[in-house]
C-alpha cells in the first residue's frame, strides 16, 4: 500500500467494564486478496457494544473476543485501499472513495451457507471487533479511524442521499431489522404489531412495521422523548414502561380486543423483556425475538408456547441482502421518516467513553462518533 498511514487512532477495550483506551494501533502494511482498508466517516454504537463492553458474548454466539480489541461493528467509511476488489457485491464498480457498508465474511462452503441457506448462522463467519489488535490486520472492529474489511465480507455501496450516520446505523441496527422481518415474513392485514424496546432496534422496527402493513403500531419503551419518535415514526400508541408490567399488559390487551397482539418484537435487550412477550402475543401469534444478546436468563414456562400455539422466531444479525435492503428502507424513506432523530449527538472518538456513558445511561438513543478535524 503505497503511502499508507502506518498506525491510527483506535479505541481499545483492554479489560471488561474498564473505560476504552484511546490510542494509536498498528495498521495492517499488506492487504490480502479480496480484502480492503476503509477509512471511517461514522461509526454508531450499537446496543450489543454495550454488552460485549461489560462481558464476553454468552457460548451461544460461537464468538471469542481476544482482548485487547478494537471494539464495535456499526461504521460507514470511504474505500483507503481497494486491494484486488473491482465490485460491491451486487456487481457494482468501486473505486477508492467510495462509500460502502460490509457484512461479516461467511466460508460458503458449510451446511448453513449452502444447504441451509442461512449464512448468518455460518460457524466460519468472520465478524468485526473480535481479534486481538495485537495480531494482523489489527484493527478489524469500528471504533478506529480505518478498519479491515476480510476477504469474502459482503460489500454494498452507500447510495447519495444516505447520510454517513444513517449508512453506520444500517450496518447493524436496522439490517438486524430488516433480517427478522425476512424470518417474520408477511403481516397480514389487520395484523397489529407491539414492539418491545423504544431504541434503535425497538425504533427501526416501529418505522418497518408501519411501512409492512400493520394495521396498527404499538411502542412499549421509554424514555419519553424515545417514545416521541417513535410516534413520529409510525407508532399509533405508546406505552412507557414507567406503567407496571400488569398494566402494560393490560393496556396491550384493551388495544387489541382483549386478544393480545398478533405480532410482538423483541427489540429492547432486557432479558425480563422475552416473559413479556410471551404474555403480550396473542393465542396462535407470533414472537420475533431480536434483541436478546446478553448474559441474562429467566425462568420461562415452555407450556406456554404450547398452550397458546406460538410461533417464536428468533432472528441473529443479518445477511448482505439485508444491508442492502437496509441502505434502501433509509434511501426510500428518507422523506418519510426524520432518521436523524435517532442521532442527536456527536463524540470525538477520544470521547467516546462519554457516548458509552451516555448510552448507557439512555440519555442518548445512538451515539455517532465522527473522525477528521
Ligand atoms: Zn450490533
Ligand atoms: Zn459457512
Excluded at 86 to 113: A, M, N, Q, T, Y
Excluded at 141 to 154: H, Q, W
Excluded at 291 to 300: H, I
Aim: aromatic share 8%; hydrophobic share 40%; with cysteine.
Amino acid at each position: 500500500m503505497p503511502n499508507a498511514p502506518r498506525t491510527c487512532l483506535a479505541a481499545l477495550l483492554k479489560a471488561y467494564r474498564e473505560p476504552l483506551a484511546v490510542e494509536e494501533v498498528p495498521l495492517p502494511q499488506e492487504i490480502e486478496p479480496g480484502a480492503m482498508l476503509v477509512k471511517n466517516d461514522a461509526s454508531s454504537i450499537c446496543g450489543s457494544d454495550m454488552h460485549a463492553w461489560e462481558n464476553p458474548p454468552p457460548a451461544s454466539m460461537g464468538i471469542a473476543v481476544a482482548l485487547p480489541v478494537v471494539p464495535g461493528h456499526e461504521m460507514m467509511g470511504r474505500i483507503a485501499d481497494l486491494g484486488t476488489v473491482r465490485h460491491d457485491s451486487l456487481g457494482r464498480p468501486l473505486k477508492e472513495g467510495d462509500r460502502i457498508i460490509w457484512s461479516p465474511g461467511v466460508c460458503g462452503r458449510c451446511f448453513w451457507c449452502t444447504v441451509a441457506r442461512r449464512p448468518s448462522l455460518c460457524p466460519n463467519r468472520r465478524y468485526f471487533g473480535v481479534s486481538s489488535v495485537r495480531d494482523y490486520p489489527h484493527v478489524t472492529g469500528a471504533f478506529a479511524e480505518y478498519t479491515y474489511v476480510f476477504p469474502g465480507c459482503g460489500l454494498v455501496k452507500v447510495p447519495d442521499a444516505v447520510k454517513d450516520h444513517w449508512a453506520s446505523a444500517a450496518s447493524c441496527a436496522l439490517r438486524s431489522v430488516v433480517h427478522a422481518f425476512e424470518r417474520l415474513g408477511t403481516l397480514r392485514e389487520p395484523e397489529i404489531v407491539a414492539v418491545q424496546g423504544a431504541g434503535p432496534i425497538g425504533l427501526f422496527s416501529v418505522a418497518m412495521a408501519a411501512r409492512s402493513g400493520a394495521a396498527q403500531v404499538i411502542a412499549i419503551g421509554a424514555p419519553a422523548d424515545r417514545l416521541e419518535v417513535a410516534r413520529k415514526w409510525g407508532a399509533d400508541y405508546t406505552i412507557s414502561i414507567d406503567v407496571p408490567h400488569p398494566q402494560r399488559v393490560e393496556q396491550v390487551k384493551e388495544l387489541t380486543g382483549g386478544l393480545g397482539a398478533d405480532v410482538v418484537i423483541e427489540g429492547s435487550g432486557a432479558s425480563t423483556a422475552f416473559i413479556e412477550g410471551v404474555e403480550l402475543v396473542r393465542r396462535g401469534g407470533r414472537y420475533l425475538v431480536i434483541g436478546q444478546v446478553g448474559p441474562g436468563s429467566v425462568n420461562f414456562l415452555p407450556a406456554n408456547v404450547v398452550g397458546k400455539e406460538l410461533d417464536i422466531i428468533g432472528s441473529l444479525s443479518g445477511n448482505v441482502s439485508d444491508y442492502y435492503k437496509a441502505l434502501c428502507f433509509l434511501d426510500n424513506n428518507r422523506e418519510r421518516f426524520d432518521f436523524d432523530a435517532m442521532f442527536p449527538n456527536r463524540y470525538k472518538l477520544r470521547d467516546i467513553h462519554c457516548a458509552f456513558v451516555a448510552m448507557h445511561e439512555l440519555r442518548d438513543i445512538k451515539p455517532v462518533i465522527t473522525y477528521g478535524t
